[in-house]
């Protein structure tokens, strides 16, 4: 078990950036996951992390252990970082019974054969897959082959799980519950684990904390909620949430003694305190975020609302996805219930007034 | 009444003699050989034999029995070499890759372009200094080392396309070096490529003439190819002998692709 701590990491690709300056720390018995697009340099930073690829610059430490260093020149080859992985595609040798995959590790390390027969057989038990242990594993499920990467992994007792999208492959009804086993099989085995995933889903309900990259950078590093709930920058905002955050681009425009924002089709007013804080920055053109949840669908007209038409009404099950669209520009209200609205009614519409993101358009960085 | 169209008429008929055309020797290597010398004389190379013999088929295995197994020691030897060291280089170039790995690949799957004619007089003079020259040992040597590019390149594409990256990783992780990985888990995944190399080289090794022409003398060395050269006689054509001879020799390769010739369509095509 051990804490792991990275550096300035940045790796190259001949020209192209893959990671730059990234800096990560994990603390002992953490679940953390990084999330990112596609191409933000998660599977890079793990690949680091195992030794799979050799950095350009940067340090990586296993708790007080020095594993990664080019500028000290030093580098621990992956065979002797004692981190586990569970890959993506799960690479399970298909030649090997389901038993001698999960030996492997352990017979490449000169385990005693005892000594492995009983903790494979531990391993197999914990993933409930000991039935199938004299199995070759072409002819077993997604799932199965899963738990067998996963086996391999545990059967090492490793300082660090790595995992690549370990969920990826498996149907959607299926995610959910390999979800909240792995979860709970980490907090049993207390191992420090880090999980890399695109899926936000995944990240939110997964990780003690979530680090979310973007273009080879960390964008930020929090609990889940934090990252909901306090996004630093519109990238943030916008991938964390399902449906995603609805955006309008508005400007900063002074009406009366107060400060507003002009989205057009709506003025939004500002309360004081948030106008205080906005005139001290020079900016004029904003970006204002609403989660759908915070987007509320009103019977009568009142002061503050404007008005939508609805495009259309989309059931998920317990709540609706309400799809609107004010002057061309469509957005998303989270309802319970839809019986008073038709697709193509006219509705009035208000926002949650505590529950607003203004970010700065040029920057992205939030600015309430 | 049937409907076919002309152009299918047109398409069969060239294939009918393209096929006529492709086994005509067979055949005529087939039925000179089943003649009696007289018979040969009286008869055009294509009629059926009146009064077939076996008589020349037996004379020729007897004199091409030496050559016969010089050529399974050759074949033998050399695909177990090739195959394994191609295997293993193969590896290296698909999973362990290197600055300048690439262009070292290249090099080594130029050499299957470089014509024999050229390597003759440079072949023959390293085989005389290493003292081989002659020997067998000559020719078991040359055909493990020309058979590894090819051996190689086959391997290498087989492990681009069918053993993910992931699987290496995996083993690297788990703390296996290289040899380890190659052994426990590329090597037993490679019985269909080590199938379709062993068959092409086979058949390469087997049809080889000009090596054993040029770096073999004396009888007991000669290769199966260039003994069965050697029945036409010094004064009178034995035409029969020959074709029975020749027989002998083309059965193997026959029956491997009759029989497993895709196969050997997998390792041209890149498998």
Redesign the interface.
């Known amino acids: 078990m051990a804490s792991l701590t990275i550096k300035g990491l940045t790796k190259k690709y001949d020209e192209t950036i893959a990671v730059e300056n990234f800096n990560l720390e994990v603390k002992d018995k953490e679940f953390l996951v990084l999330v990112g697009p596609s191409g933000c340099g998660k599977t890079t930073v793990l690949?680091s992390i195992?030794?799979?690829i050799n950095i350009n610059e940067g340090e990586i430490w296993f708790g007080e252990e020095l594993v990664d260093a080019p500028q000290k020149k030093l580098f621990k080859?992956?065979?002797?970082?004692g981190?586990?992985?569970v890959?993506?595609?799960?690479?399970i040798?298909?030649?090997?019974t389901v038993y001698s995959n999960m030996a492997?590790?352990l017979e490449?390390?000169k385990v005693a054969p005892e000594e492995i027969k009983e903790r494979v057989i531990k391993a197999a038990r914990l993933l409930g897959i000991d039935h199938l242990l004299q199995r070759k594993p072409k002819a077993l499920s997604g799932g199965q082959k899963q738990r067998i990467a996963l086996g391999?992994a545990i059967v090492?007792n490793p300082k660090i799980f790595?995992m690549d999208e370990p969920l990826a492959n498996l149907d959607a009804k299926l995610r959910v519950q390999a979800r909240v086993e792995l979860k709970k099989l980490q907090e049993e085995l207390g191992v420090t684990t880090i999980f890399v995933t695109h899926d936000q889903i995944e990240a939110m309900t997964m990780g003690d904390r979530i680090a979310l990259m973007n273009n080879g950078h960390l964008e930020q590093i929090g609990p889940p909620l934090e990252l909901y709930q306090k996004p630093k920058n519109l990238f943030v905002a916008d991938f964390i949430g399902s449906p995603s955050i609805n955006m309008f681009q508005g400007n900063l425009v002074k009406k009366d003694k107060s400060i507003g924002i002009d989205l057009k089709f709506f003025f939004y007013p500002l309360t004081t305190k948030l106008s205080k804080s906005i005139t001290d920055k020079e900016i004029s053109k904003v970006v204002v975020g609403i989660r759908p949840e915070n987007v509320l669908i009103v019977q009568n007209k009142k002061d503050g609302l404007f008005q939508a038409n609805i495009l259309r009404i989309e059931p998920v099950g317990k709540e609706y996805n309400i799809h609107l669209e004010v002057e061309g520009k469509p957005f998303i209200s989270i309802e319970s219930s839809a019986d008073n609205w038709r697709q193509g009614d006219r509705v009035w519409i208000t926002f949650a007034k505590d529950y607003i993101y203004i970010f700065d358009q040029e920057s992205g960085d939030i600015i309430s | 009444m049937l409907n076919i169209k002309p152009s299918r008429i047109l398409l069969y008929g060239l294939l009918i003699i393209f096929v006529i055309a492709s086994l005509l020797p067979l055949w005529t290597c087939i039925v000179t050989a089943l003649k009696s010398s007289q018979e040969v004389i009286l008869t055009t190379p294509i009629t059926p034999p009146i009064d077939p013999t076996m008589e020349k088929i037996i004379e020729s295995i007897n004199l091409l029995k030496k050559p016969l197994m010089n050529s399974l020691i050759l074949v033998f030897s050399g695909v177990m070499v090739s195959a394994f060291f191609g295997s293993f280089i193969g590896y290296i170039f698909s999973k362990h890759r290197f600055p300048g790995s690439i262009y070292m690949f290249i090099l080594i799957v130029l050499c299957l372009y470089i014509p024999p004619q050229v390597q003759l007089i440079p072949m023959v003079r390293t085989m005389s200094n290493l003292g081989l020259f002659g020997n067998l040992g000559a020719l078991v040597l040359l055909y493990m080392l020309f058979g590894i590019p090819m051996c190689a390149f086959i391997f290498k594409t087989f492990y681009d396309d069918e053993i993910p990256d992931s699987y290496i990783n995996a083993a690297k992780v788990d703390g296996a070096g290289i040899w380890t990985t190659y052994r426990r888990v590329v090597l037993p995944l490679s019985i269909l490529p080590f199938v379709v190399a062993a068959l092409l080289q086979v058949v390469v090794i087997w049809n080889d003439f000009i090596w054993g022409l040029v770096l073999t003398s004396g009888k007991a060395n000669l290769p199966i190819t260039v003994a069965m050269a050697n029945l036409k006689g010094s004064f009178v054509a034995e035409w029969n002998l020959q074709m029975a001879g020749a027989l002998w020799v083309s059965m193997p390769t026959l029956i491997i692709f009759i029989f497993l010739g895709k196969y050997i369509i997998r390792g041209y095509s890149g498998l």
Do not use: C, S, T, W
Not at chain 1, 93 to 96: E, K, L, R, V
């Open positions: 690949n195992a030794g799979l080859i992956p065979q002797k970082r981190v586990a992985m890959f993506q595609d799960y690479a040798y298909p030649h090997m492997f590790p490449v390390r391999r090492r790595l």
